[in-house]
């Protein structure tokens, strides 16, 4: 990336990154980092080129969400996003013509 003087860093982060979330402790630390870690580095390669958006969704349908008393079936049934729709925005934020710095889903 920084001999062509471009490229993109994509971080997935989580709204659990603007929010701490109680007996999720860790994971909020590394939700806040990637937030934090994006902002350092866009502001030291950002006049070379290298952009970096950070991706924060919210609940998704995936098994990553069953546990804490949530099963398959059930967050099959809600209306969370999807993991299409977190792939779609990376793919906006890559493609996008204006800097795309972080997207907040749901």
Known sequence: MLKRK????VFVSSVTG?????????????????RGLSQAIDKELGSQG?????????ATKTDFEVGFGRTKEGVA????????DVAE???????????????RMK
Not at 6 to 9: A, H, P, S, T
Not at 18 to 34: L, N, S
Not at 89 to 103: H, P
């Open 77 to 84: 049934k809600t209306n969370w996003e999807t993991a299409d």
């Open 50 to 58: 290298i952009k970096t958006c950070v991706m924060c969704p919210s």
């Open 18 to 34: 603007h929010v701490g979330h109680e007996d999720e402790t860790i994971y909020t630390m590394t939700k806040f980092a990637q």
């Open 6 to 9: 471009e490229g993109m860093i």
């Open 89 to 103: 925005g990376i793919l906006y934020a890559c493609t996008a013509k204006n800097k795309v710095w972080e997207i």
